[in-house]
């Protein structure tokens, strides 16, 4: 199978850039990814019902490796909580085989809208600034499962790895916002993992699927993708603790509203 060159350059910015982001605040590039996959595949006349799904399948798979790229920067330098990560894990894993599954079935419409006021709500409350409450701490252990599997669900719905729910989760827990971010990285990959063979089992057997695939999932995107996002993950998690805590949460708002303009515009 043969690619041609326009499509390897294409896919690789993606990869360049997704990378980039998700060193730097423990995203995973889904909102990158996810349209111009779409637009890439729509442009070569794949049915327009699959191309979504498949970005989102591949935008999910890449995450594997983005994640584990910034985890390991984050975790030089202490900023990964892993407690929390092992708490969180069993409900992600839970909800991104549910959300793979919803995927397939919800209206697209009305999930983009519900996603984008949640988004922008969390977005608005860190740039702002808004301290939580001394007191506050993460919740029990079936307050943290019930939290683990929304994160999944709508991370595995979406493409995205997860850091627009955990982020503004763990900060309004009082976890400090690199903390917050270098956890986020690491639950990337369970995140992931989950989603992704949940998007291949939804997708066996259908027709007129892109050549190379394993049902949602686009394996040649997957591969241009994460070499490249391996090569600069390592430059954004070195940029983001190189940056005061302030700028980085405005930083982040700014990406959690360019998300949710995203849910409204698709």
């Not at 995203?27 to 442009?43: D, K, R, W």
């Amino acid at each position: 199978m043969s690619l041609e060159p326009l499509l390897i350059a294409e896919l690789l910015l993606v990869g360049l850039c997704t990378g980039f982001l998700a060193g730097l605040l423990g995203i995973g590039g889904g909102m990158l990814m996810v349209p111009f996959i779409t637009f890439i595949l729509t442009a070569k006349g794949y049915p327009a019902e699959y191309t979504v799904k498949i970005a989102v399948a591949t935008s999910l798979a890449t995450i594997c490796f983005t994640s584990l790229s910034s985890v390991r920067a984050h975790h030089r330098r202490g900023a990964v909580l892993w407690p929390i990560v092992r708490l969180l894990a069993p409900g992600i894993l839970v909800g991104s085989l549910l959300g793979a599954q919803l995927a397939v079935a919800l209206p697209g419409k009305i999930l983009s809208i519900l996603f984008a006021v949640f988004v922008a709500f969390s977005a608005t409350q860190m740039f702002l600034g808004r301290k939580p409450k001394p007191t506050r701490t993460l919740p029990g252990p079936l307050g943290i499962f019930s939290m683990g599997g929304l994160i999944g669900m709508l991370s595995s719905l979406v493409g995205a790895g997860g850091a627009f729910v955990s982020v503004p989760f763990m900060t309004w827990c009082n976890v400090k916002i690199h903390d917050a971010v270098g956890t986020s990285a690491a639950l990337g990959f369970p995140i992931a993992m989950a989603g992704t063979l949940g998007y291949i089992w939804a997708g066996q057997d259908l027709p007129q699927m892109p050549p190379g695939s394993l049902g949602f999932l686009y394996l040649p995107g997957l591969v241009i993708i994460s070499l490249a996002s391996i090569c600069t993950a390592p430059l954004g998690a070195r940029t983001a603790h190189r940056m005061d805590i302030q700028p980085l949460k405005k930083v982040f708002a700014v990406v959690l509203y360019i998300l949710a303009a995203y849910f409204l515009l698709r």
